[in-house]
Every structure is written in C-alpha cells, then in structure tokens.
C-alpha cells in the first residue's frame, strides 16, 4: 500500500490539471495513469450488481467521462453536432449543452463521434473533436470561450503514406496542459505541425514542433533529473518535447507503417518509461535522463495490449495481453524491470483498467464489469455484473464513489462506494 500511495502522490506532482479529491478531470484520472484519490470502494456487490444511481441514452462516440466540482461532462455526436453536456454528477440532470457542427465520415468504423477524453482545468473544459476541431468553453455555463479548427490550419488533407487526414479511425487523442498551454499531438502534415502549443486563455497557437504524426494516444508529462518533459507515444515514435518552447528533448522509435494503432498512455515510472501498443511492436521499456531516453527492451510477449493503458502499482503493473479484435485476452500482473509475469488470469476477455482503493476496476468490452483486488501474488476476485449491454470502449471515470461508464447507446452512473 505504500508503494501506491508515494507513487500516486509523485505523479500528481507531475501534472499540472488543478483537481481535488474525488475529481476524475482527464483521460486516465487526475495522474494521468488510472490511479484515483482518496476514494473509498465497497469490497463486494449485491447479488445483481452494483446499485445504478442514474442512467441515460447517449449518442455516438468513444469518449470518456470527465468529473470536476460535483459536474460530470459528456462528449458525444448527436446528429451532425459534436455536444458536449454537463450533467449534476449525482443525479445526472443536465446543466448545459453546447454544440458544435461536423462533418466527419468515418472510413474504417460505422461510429462517427469523438473518441478523445475532455479535459477540465480551472474551471474551463477543453475538447478536441473527431475531426480536429479544438473547443474551449465555461464549465459552470457551457459558454463558447474559443476555438480551433486543427484540420483546416494544419492538414493538407491529403492522405498520408495511404492514410487519411484525420487517421484510420478519426482523431483520437486527449490535449495535455502544461503551464499556461494546451498540447496536442495534431499531425498536421504540413507547416511542421505534428505537436502543437496553444494558449489555455485564448487558443492562439504559441509553438508548432516537429513532423510527428499523431497516434491516438493521450500523452503524459513529468519532471526527469529537474527538467520538465511532455511525452507522447505519436504514431511511429515517442518523443519528448520541452513545454516551454516545443524542441525536442528525446526521440525513441516505437510503431510501424500500416492499419495498427498506438492508444495507451505512455506511463513514467520514477526515470523508467513504460509504452504498450499491440500489432507486433508491443511494449517499450526505457531509461529516461535530462534529455534522454534509452531503450532497454522491447517485446510484444510480456506486454501486448491493443489500446489499454496499463495500471501502475508498486513495482508492477496490470495490464491486458492481447487484441479485442482478436480472440481471447488475458489480464496480466507484470514486473516491467524484470520481465517477470506474476500472474495472468487467462481468458479475461478485453477491458480498459482503472484503479482506486486497492482495487482493480475492469470494464470488460462486452459490458462486465469486474473487481479486483491489486496484489501481485495471485488473481484475487471480489465482485462480477453485467452493466452494459453493448459493445465498451471508452474508459470508466472514478469520483465519490460513483463509477461512470458508458457504451454505443447508454451513460450509467453506478454506486462503488463503501456502505456506512
């Protein structure tokens, strides 16, 4: 347990997203790495599952929940607008709507919505829409505040080495802030504009820096030997940038040509570095410095995951071992210094992975939900249910005790919480 607690309370020092006990207000968490704060679970469900709190009908889209000040916000297409809702986090009534018109087709799925997380930081909320549109607007009133449209400055709109503009599966990654900018791994593929700075206040563009393409990964920042790092798994490389002006701090290759796909978090555990993917390049392990980093393995046997990040705790992590699209999963407890597995529940199915209390929360693809106790010794299991009826992809949200989850067709709010 005290591994966990010195490791959550580093990585909160890391980022710089203002939350609060029992917030959920990025991809991921207030850390950036699936770990909650100060929430307190039950260790066990009634017999049909946790109790649903309140629940709705949502439109398309992969999105996450995000959970600031007692307001949950939802991101998702409802006919040709991409909307964004804040809702009571308690009792799910709408507070706002606010929308924005699209046009996006999709090329190689049926869903047409946004896939990347919001974020909320100092009382504004920050989206970035499945075509490239970047919003900013109030969270108490939904009020526009600004916008941007990265598709229209930064793409060509051609293809890219066979790829369309806005990638295989629309644009899917979570913009970080750092100081007073918002970072995005745009891939523009013109004027130099794979990363990209703008200003949290008003959107203009601060730095532009390098050709990276854009993966659909969510990037990380932390603080190595005193200097600040924004690392991104982009879409054939992990790069480092330095937040104040954009130059590159490290590059390391990490990805390949063709119809796969970068989706996890890149995690940094103390000057180690941790990337899963899938698509026979699996994971990275590498040794970060002031402005290096290394490469000391590489495998897609130890770690293999399609697009879940994989949890930190201690000195190992969890993770899913293989695709969604492709057969069996397994649910792996794994030491990424030694290259050890510690245990594997074979046959787990695919899920997303969240984790609060000592406990493992994962959504599985077919709409399970399981609970797991975090310990390296064995799979230990506490609690099963079915909860959603479709197919899952966005990842749960976490915050007093409420889980939020939701797949193709509804938003849940169910009670984890710890009975007084």
């Not at 799910?92 to 799925?109: H, Q």
């Not at 075509?131 to 293809?159: F, H, I, N």
């Not at 104040?244 to 989706?263: D, E, H, L, S, Y």
């Not at 989850?405 to 919480?417: I, P, W």
Request: proline content about 5%; hydrophobic content about 35%.
């Amino acid at each position: 347990m005290m591994h966990r607690i010195l490791f959550a309370a580093l990585a909160v020092s890391s980022l710089a997203v203002s939350a609060t006990a029992g917030d959920w207000p990025q991809i991921l968490g207030p850390t950036r790495n699936g770990i909650a704060v100060d929430e307190k679970l039950a260790d066990k469900w009634p017999a049909d599952g946790p109790k649903t709190v309140w629940q709705r009908k949502v439109g398309t889209g992969f999105s996450g929940i995000v959970v600031s000040d007692g307001i949950a916000v939802l991101f998702h297409r409802v006919g040709n607008n991409e909307t964004a809702e804040a809702m009571n986090a308690a009792t799910g009534k709408r507070l706002w709507k606010t929308e924005f018109p699209t046009d996006y087709i999709p090329s190689y799925t049926s869903d047409d919505g946004p896939r990347a997380t919001p974020l909320i930081h100092k009382g504004r909320v920050y989206l970035y829409g499945v075509k490239g549109g970047l919003y900013c607007v109030d969270l108490k009133s939904g009020r526009k505040l600004w916008q941007r449209d990265t598709y229209e400055d930064y793409s060509s709109k051609k293809a890219t080495r066979g790829e369309p503009a806005t990638g295989y599966f629309g644009i899917g990654t979570t913009p970080i802030v750092e100081g007073n900018k918002l970072i995005v791994n745009i891939g523009g593929n013109t004027k130099e504009a794979g990363i990209v700075a703008f200003s949290l206040e008003n959107g203009r563009t601060v730095w532009k820096s390098t050709t990276e393409r854009a993966s659909y990964s969510s990037p990380t920042s932390a603080t190595i030997d005193g200097t600040r790092h924004v690392i991104f798994a982009a879409r054939l490389n992990v790069v480092s940038i330095d937040p104040a002006n954009g130059k590159t701090r490290f590059r390391i290759p990490f990805g390949m040509p063709g119809p796969n796909v970068t989706a996890a978090v890149p995690l940094v555990l103390g000057n180690r570095l941790f990337v899963s993917a899938s698509y026979n390049f699996g994971a990275l392990y590498a040794a970060l410095s002031k402005n290096d980093g290394k490469t000391l393995w590489s495998s897609d046997e130890i770690m293999s995951s399609q697009y879940t990040t994989c949890i930190p705790d201690g000195n190992v992590l969890y993770g899913i071992h293989g695709r969604f699209d492709q057969g069996a999963s397994d649910l792996r407890c794994f030491n990424p210094a030694t290259k050890k597995i510690a245990w594997e529940k074979t046959g787990f199915g695919y899920a997303t992975l969240i984790e609060a209390d000592g406990k493992l929360i994962a959504l599985k693809a077919d709409g399970e939900l399981v609970l797991i106790e975090t310990t390296s010794k064995q799979y230990r299991e506490l609690a099963r249910a079915n909860v959603l009826d479709k197919t899952t992809r966005a990842i749960p949200a976490i915050a007093n005790g409420r889980l939020y989850v939701r797949d193709s067709d509804t938003l849940k709010c169910l009670n984890l919480g710890r009975t007084r």
